[in-house]
């Protein structure tokens, strides 16, 4: 039994120009203890994605539009009132957002912060709380735990807020964590030493994690399954070596094949030439055949391409291209 | 062709002093953002320069462009020690935000001729036209481009138009601070193509700012690599990453994520970027470096590690 | 040009624009539509109702009411452009040179802008035009001295906010002359907040120079001026309500319109994306 099934969820953003159904007919699994990246270009929906799980849109004029999201042991968190969604923001799901500096509370200093997750949603005296802070800091490898109790985000590196911010995001010993960007605003080195504290951090307490990231590099770091992302829809689902060392949708074999890091100085890169479609008024059929390279006219008849299972690919590998054959498997 | 060199190159930022440090009598302190930098730049060549934040890396380009005064030294352009960005507009430069390098309020034609307009003012109205046109097709940006407002562009339109502005003047040197930074790996990829047939083609020498190994390796002839406002190494790209001299370059190309495979099993560096402000004598990435003895504490110099390459540790591999 | 396009397709900005439309047509077809002089006295015909051969009634003097307030808005509306748009001119520039030289420049114009801001409005204007006496022309020297602090305040900070972009950054590489950076490409950025607040702006003129009327220091009686209209009318309120009901509705009228065009302003000039 997943710990998390999501079913065929649907998003929209309203805009001067019309609704954008940022999600699109998005369904994917994630397992107890895995590590699920989600991976796509600006636009794509992903971090729509992750914000519907909780329903966190900033104020942003979003909501929830179909589908379900099912909570193991909690329920469908779409259609949960708003103060039952609550309880299950930071207890059961924890948030990490991807700026460290404007996820903390400028004007409060760290113990505080992390000591008001738990007071609020634990029944503790405040001077256990304290000690459950400080006993967080240790397990994200802070140093002077002590001393950094008493201070404010403004004087913390950038990599230690986000040590803060997972912190916090674990006081309450969720079942799952939803990363979106966490990285991306830190240097490289940093970035290293945080990912490895993510997948530390799962490995001792068997959290699983939801991983947003426009980098494919760190979604083959630390991510056990992932899925592709484009113009609202997942392309491509499946564990992180099959999908990356064996693409099969051309989104991701052209994603891929785009990055420079293996190419040989003297040949060209291949950009993938045109821009995403909108979302308000989408291509029929599938979305990425306008810039496909293997287009063809069943591309943009019917409906959205479904993920399914298609000849050659490893068990749990699932691509969209209606192009490749789908291999029979028994329901 | 003219030569850009950085002779002994230092900037610093003194900081604003409250009315108590004053009164107390403490000394001003300042941000040493670039400290001592020697660098030579090759004409025709790529020159990387990466680092993290804080290393001075934008700094330095700004200084090499003639948009920052060198507190320390000078950098000498075509012999005369640079006072100001070049009259004759042969030091341009690419910025890295496409959403804020553009004048929102003019078309794309209007601003590509108002630069045609400074540097050529001979040309007549239909001549400048003409060659506004001919530069939008070297970026591979269709003639209608011109007549759009930048808020109809995407961010890779955008970052052509940048680099077709820098083309006007007709530039010798081009300094790219992260232009390829804030734009999907998809669209990074016609930047990178576009810079790198500008240089084949047209023999543009590039300065290429980045914190992106990968892009380094890819698209830059020589690397620099930057910490803490000093260059650490300095070597022809292959070298630098088949062979990694300095002990933070190697860190740093361990530190970056490759899509073949999962996680090296090396640790990571601990600790992060120390205070800035913090004097230190010797070796500035003494504080993190696995290989840190007494030695490092003294004051750090270059030295040749291979046939071109240099590097500031005095335990690197050595050539004769 | 898009601006005017994207105001008409605000539904603020489109109302304002067919009011104020409304108002000059009615301005300008009022010799067509009443045959009445503002100005000449007729008391055998003082204090009537309005009626089908005087719209507005008439006052006291027995002139037209509806001609002295179409007259008024010529004046009215006179006033507060000059009023407002001269003042922004000059806190236009003033901004824009603050922010863009910085340093001992920049001091030296804010500590202006304090010393002038440091007085109450009402006590500045009032003071000036005591000393220079009640005409139009002082109102209006009145006003340039007062009204231009809001502007450069404004534009001081954008263009703060705009000297430091990458475009800016470019045109230094470029070594633009600084006229031309401060006017070409400094000032169309950072101009819009100052043209939304000068909507408002006008709204608050009209109104303000409507109270310089009503202390005698503003424009002069046989001005048509709708703040004057309404001082005149406060004697005869029992009698002929009407004298002062149709300037006021006037104002307010004029007051919506610049609101609305304001709102729409607003909308119409941001620059997507």
Not at chain 2, 185 to 205: E, H, M, P, W, Y
Not at chain 3, 21 to 48: E, K
Request: glycine share 8%; net charge neutral; with cysteine.
């Amino acid at each position: 039994m997943s710990l998390l099934s999501i079913r065929n969820l649907q998003t929209e953003f309203q805009s001067p120009s019309g609704i954008a159904r940022a999600v699109d007919g998005v369904s994917f699994d994630v397992e107890p203890g895995e590590i699920f990246g989600i991976v796509g270009e600006s636009g794509c929906g992903k971090s729509a994605t992750c914000r519907s799980i909780l329903r966190l849109f900033g104020g942003a004029p979003a909501r929830v539009a179909g589908g379900q999201v099912l909570l193991q042991g909690v329920g469908d968190l779409a259609a949960m009132p708003e103060r039952e969604l609550a309880q299950v923001r930071g207890r059961d799901v924890a948030f990490i957002f991807q700026d460290p500096l404007t996820a903390l509370n400028p004007t409060m200093r760290i113990g505080k912060q992390i000591a008001e997750v738990i007071l609020r949603h634990r029944k503790v005296g405040r001077a256990e709380a304290w000690a459950a802070a400080l006993q967080l800091l240790r397990d994200v490898h802070v140093t002077s735990p002590e001393r950094r109790l008493d201070a404010y985000p403004h004087e913390l590196s950038g990599g230690l807020r986000q040590r803060v911010v997972i912190a916090m995001a674990l006081a309450l010993r969720p079942q799952l964590i939803i990363a979106d960007e966490p990285t991306t605003a830190l240097d490289v080195t940093v970035q290293d030493q945080i990912l490895r504290l993510l997948r530390e951090r799962r490995d001792s307490l068997g959290t699983s994690i939801i991983l947003v990231t426009h980098d494919l590099g760190v979604v083959s770091q630390i991510c056990d399954r992932m899925a592709v992302m484009y113009a609202g829809r997942l392309v491509e689902t499946g564990r992180v070596r099959d999908v990356l060392d064996a693409p099969s949708h051309p989104y991701t074999k052209a994603l891929l094949a785009a990055l420079p890091g293996q190419i040989s100085r003297d040949r060209e890169l291949t950009p993938i030439e045109g821009a995403p479609p909108s979302l308000i008024s989408p291509p029929p059929g599938c979305r990425f055949a306008p810039r496909c390279a293997f287009a063809q006219a069943r591309c943009i008849d019917g409906g959205p391409p479904p993920l399914l299972p298609r000849a050659g690919l490893a068990p749990g590998h699932l691509d969209a291209c209606v192009l490749n054959e789908v291999t029979h498997v028994a329901a | 062709m003219s030569q850009l060199e950085f002779h002994k190159v230092e900037r610093h930022f003194p900081v604003k002093r409250g009315l108590l440090d004053t009164l107390a009598g403490r000394p001003g302190i300042s941000l040493h953002a670039v400290r001592g930098v020697d660098l030579g730049v090759r004409p025709g060549e790529i020159l990387g320069i990466v680092g993290e934040s804080g290393c001075g890396k934008s700094t330095l380009a700004r200084i090499g462009v003639g948009l920052q005064p060198a507190d320390g030294g000078a950098v000498i352009f075509d012999g005369q020690p640079l006072d100001g960005p070049d009259p004759a507009g042969r030091l341009q430069m690419v910025f890295q935000d496409p959403y804020s390098s553009l004048n929102p309020r003019m078309t794309i034609g209007a601003q590509l001729e108002e630069v045609v307009a400074r540097y050529q003012p001979r040309l007549s109205r239909a001549e400048r036209r003409t060659r506004v046109q001919g530069i939008l097709a070297e970026v591979s940006l269709v003639p209608e481009t011109a007549l759009k407002f930048p808020h109809a562009l995407s961010g890779g339109q955008r970052q052509r138009v940048s680099i077709a502005r820098a083309l006007c003047p007709g530039p010798e040197i081009l300094i790219a601070d992260e232009p390829v930074s804030a734009l999907d790996a998809s669209v990074q990829a016609q930047i990178i193509n576009l810079l790198k047939r500008l240089n084949r083609d047209k023999g543009l020498t590039i300065i290429f700012i980045s914190h992106d190994m990968n892009v380094v390796r890819y698209l830059c002839d020589r690397v620099a690599v930057m910490y803490l406002g000093e260059i650490v190494e300095l070597q022809e790209s292959a070298d630098l990453f088949a062979a990694p001299a300095h002990p933070y370059t190697r860190a740093l190309i361990a530190a970056v994520p490759d899509v073949r495979r999962r996680q090296a099993l090396a640790e990571p560096i601990a600790g992060e970027i120390p205070d800035p402000f913090a004097v230190l004598t010797g070796c500035r990435f003494a504080t993190r470096c696995p290989l840190v003895e007494a030695a490092c504490h003294s004051p750090q110099s270059m030295r040749p590690t291979s046939p071109t390459g240099l590097v500031r540790c005095w335990k690197a591999p050595a050539t004769a | 040009m898009t601006v005017l396009k994207n105001l008409l397709r605000s539904p603020a900005g489109a109302l304002g624009l067919l009011m104020l439309a409304l108002t000059a047509a009615a301005t300008a077809l009022t010799p067509l539509l009443s045959p009445h002089d503002p100005f000449a006295l007729d008391f055998a015909n003082a204090m009537q109702s309005p009626s089908a051969l005087h719209w507005f009634g008439t006052d006291n003097f027995g002139r037209d009411v509806f001609t002295r307030v179409m007259a008024g808005a010529v004046y009215d509306l006179r006033l507060a452009l000059i009023c407002v748009f001269g003042p922004m001119a000059i806190g236009v520039l003033i901004g824009l040179a603050a922010g863009y030289f910085g340093g001992r420049v920049d001091a030296a114009l804010m500590r202006l802008t304090d010393v002038v801001w440091a007085f109450p409005f009402y006590v500045l204007v009032l003071a000036i035009v005591g000393v220079l006496g009640p005409s139009e022309t002082n109102l209006y020297i009145a006003f340039f001295i007062v009204n231009w602090i809001g502007y450069a305040r404004i534009v001081r900070g954008e263009t703060l906010l705009i000297a430091r972009m990458e475009f800016i950054e470019a045109t230094r590489v470029l070594r633009y002359g600084k006229p031309r950076v401060m006017l070409r490409h400094i000032l169309p950025n950072a101009i819009t907040p100052a043209l939304v607040y000068s909507m408002s702006d006008v709204v608050l003129t009209v109104q303000a120079v409507a109270a310089m009327s009503f202390f005698g220091l503003g424009v002069q009686p046989p001005a048509p001026e709708w703040g004057l209209l309404i001082v005149e009318s406060i004697d005869f309120m029992r009698e002929a309500p009407w004298m002062t009901i149709f300037p006021g509705l006037a104002i307010i009228w004029i007051g919506i319109a610049f609101s609305l065009l304001g709102e729409g302003l607003s909308t119409a000039l941001k620059p997507k994306g």
